[in-house]
């Protein structure tokens, strides 16, 4: 289009309107994509010794067999806002949910990860 451009009134607004496009798309294109949590998505541990990694691994297992023993709609909204880094606004519209909905069931699986989490922690002490 910069053969064009003398045309455009505003370069500046062509250059926003663009840019809004473009992060439209690569949304649209991250929306169709299912992200789960893998290995990979893990932050790593600050020491390296292998008992800490040994800790660091079975913490990452007790988590995400946690998660997955939410209910659906808690697990799924737990992976669409932790995860995948969604606004409450488009969880709600995904899911057909008003936002305060979805905050409190969010607010609702983490605490049920969290008390079950330590449960098992504690276990024992």
Not at 66 to 75: G, I, Y
Request: charge should be negative.
């Amino acid at each position: 289009m910069r053969d064009e451009w003398s045309q455009i009134e505003s370069v500046e607004a062509y250059c926003l309107t663009v840019a809004k496009n473009l992060a439209i798309d690569r949304s649209q294109k991250k929306e169709a994509q299912n992200v789960e949590l893998t290995p990979e998505m893990e932050e790593e541990p600050d020491a390296n010794s292998p008992y800490d990694q040994m800790i660091h691994d079975e913490r990452m297992n007790i988590i995400n067999r946690l998660v997955n023993e939410l209910p659906e709609k808690q697990r799924l909204i737990m992976q669409l806002r932790d995860i995948e880094g969604e606004s409450y606004k488009k969880i709600a519209g995904l899911l057909n949910l008003t936002e305060e909905q979805v905050k409190v069931n969010l607010f609702r699986a983490r605490q049920k990860v969290k008390q079950r989490y330590l449960e098992i922690d504690e276990y024992g002490l």
